[in-house]
């Protein structure tokens, strides 16, 4: 038996990657895949829905303190300038923690922005520039509706039995949120600047 030398044309198109395919989901959002993690059905389906919802609004807060961080003006630029950006960082966190236990449940996380924008329960700021104190009250409304949502979910997983998901919210979620929101809050107390 002969083997034949591939031309280099056989060899070049193997070479080549193939980019430009299409092709259907592999599994629809909404859906729930069963996962072999001992939990039912319905915890799952429960956890999938409430981590998309507070997914959106986590990407959202941590969008919103990007744009706060590149937009905030006035005397007190330097220090709000970098906690804006340490508190976009630690929410990045919390977006990728987030997300990864929605796939890990079986379902599909939230991603894009537009989908995000659809989804979130946190007011759309205006396009252009705010001042440092109307930043500050809208980061702490936002930081507020994780919170209430984030204590409501927590609950309602632990009845499930969804142990995993409630310690990401309690532990990771909520005490990040509410350290956060003192950072920003005392930001906002009218204290003396100079002479007391
Ligand atoms: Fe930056």
């Not at 520039?129 to 984030?150: C, D, F, G, K």
Request: aromatic letters at 4%; a negative charge.
């Amino acid at each position: 038996m002969t083997t034949q030398t591939p031309t280099a044309d056989a060899i070049m198109k193997r070479a080549t990657p193939l980019a430009h395919q299409h092709a259907h989901e592999i599994q629809p959002f909404g859906h729930v895949v069963r996962m072999p993690i001992a939990l039912s059905e319905v915890a799952c389906r429960e956890s999938v829905d409430n981590l998309n919802q507070l997914l959106a609004d986590t990407i959202t807060l941590r969008d919103l303190y990007k744009k706060h961080h590149w937009q905030v003006a006035g005397p007190t630029f330097y220090a709000l300038h970098l906690l804006f950006d340490k508190h976009a960082g630690e929410q990045s966190d919390l977006v990728d923690a987030i997300a990864e236990r929605i796939q890990l449940l079986g379902g599909v996380s939230v991603a894009m922005a537009h989908d995000v924008a659809d989804m979130s329960s946190i007011p759309r700021p205006p396009k252009g520039r705010e001042s440092a104190p109307a930043q500050l009250s809208r980061l702490l409304h936002a930081h507020e509706i994780v919170l209430e949502e984030t204590r409501a979910m927590a609950r309602l997983c632990g009845e499930r039995g969804d142990d995993g998901t409630n310690d990401l919210l309690v532990s990771d979620v909520m005490r990040r949120n509410e350290l956060q929101v003192w950072f920003v809050a005392e930001h906002l107390v009218d204290v003396p600047l100079v002479k007391a």
